[in-house]
DNA sequence: TTCAGTGCAAAGGATTTGCAACACC
DNA sequence: GGTGTTGCAAATCCTTTGCACTGAA
């Protein structure tokens, strides 16, 4: 956490952009949240720990932690609000979704990474990231 | 496209809707869009055409061509707009997307697709639809 | 004839922005 | 001290909805 801060320090000044203490505040804060989340829950999280920022703030710095590497803007979208993940000191992931009950399981495949850089090689592509998605019914879901 | 016709006919009746003149209209327009679309790129397409459908109209048939398996809504989005692509009659693809350019290739790969399918038996999952999207930079940006 | 579908304009929800006050560097 | 930041409220953008009218079955 504290190396995440000296990174994020570190990036913020780089591009001329300050440390502010909303920002600390976020960042500590958000490091701390559990698979996907959006601005709201964000808001939410910071008031239930009275660390008073805007929501126009939020907004403001979501973007900033994605430039940063901290956070990561995800491909699921809840109701038509963008969606962000933790990235910082995580290992990748990809996604399982259940289309019935919405659950998300993540799971890590080496097998696949390899292929996906293949075939990022055969078009030419130097692969800065990538998301897997795959989408069906659960065990749980199944029988329904 | 006659087929698209039927098919999506039949799926109507089945769910009690009736098949209306914009419906064939927008269907006919839809089957012709080539990669990524949003709901503004099918009005402009639609009025190119003196074909006029209004936007409320666009935003309740497009659900209706998702169920009815014909288009899909993809995971990508342009500045927070849905958008959708042509399922019917095309092969399953993924995505290189380039970074800088926002090019986007399609490609498809059988290895891959026989592992997403291991990896969601071990969870027991039944797969129903998958999404790979590997995000880089591509052979002309790459020198950039 | 009946009820789903349409267009319109108003409503809604998420995100962005203008501006004056503020606070890092 | 100068310039990036913030909070607030207004503005914007995409999407949804209420309603009276229309048209497919």
Redesign the interface.
């Given at each position: 956490m504290n190396l995440a801060l000296k990174n994020f320090g570190r990036h913020l000044k780089k591009n001329g952009l300050r440390l502010t203490v909303e920002r600390q505040k976020l960042l500590g804060l958000i490091l701390t949240m559990k698979g996907h989340f959006g601005s709201e829950d964000v808001l939410k999280k910071s008031e239930g720990k009275n660390l008073s920022v805007s929501r126009a703030t939020i907004y403001r710095i979501l973007p900033v932690l994605v430039e940063a590497k901290i956070i990561q803007q995800s491909?699921?979208?809840s109701e038509g609000q963008?969606l962000f993940e933790v990235t910082w000191k995580k290992a990748h992931h990809d996604h399982?979704i259940?289309?019935s009950c919405k659950k998300v399981?993540e799971?890590q495949?080496n097998?696949?990474e390899v292929?996906?850089r293949e075939?990022?090689n055969k078009?030419?592509?130097?692969?800065?990231?990538?998301?897997?998605?795959?989408?069906?019914?659960?065990?749980e879901c199944?029988m329904v």
């Amino acid at each position: 956490m504290n190396l995440a801060l000296k990174n994020f320090g570190r990036h913020l000044k780089k591009n001329g952009l300050r440390l502010t203490v909303e920002r600390q505040k976020l960042l500590g804060l958000i490091l701390t949240m559990k698979g996907h989340f959006g601005s709201e829950d964000v808001l939410k999280k910071s008031e239930g720990k009275n660390l008073s920022v805007s929501r126009a703030t939020i907004y403001r710095i979501l973007p900033v932690l994605v430039e940063a590497k901290i956070i990561q803007q995800s491909l699921l979208t809840s109701e038509g609000q963008s969606l962000f993940e933790v990235t910082w000191k995580k290992a990748h992931h990809d996604h399982l979704i259940c289309i019935s009950c919405k659950k998300v399981i993540e799971f890590q495949d080496n097998a696949i990474e390899v292929f996906q850089r293949e075939i990022a090689n055969k078009y030419g592509f130097i692969l800065e990231r990538h998301v897997m998605e795959l989408v069906g019914r659960c065990r749980e879901c199944r029988m329904v």
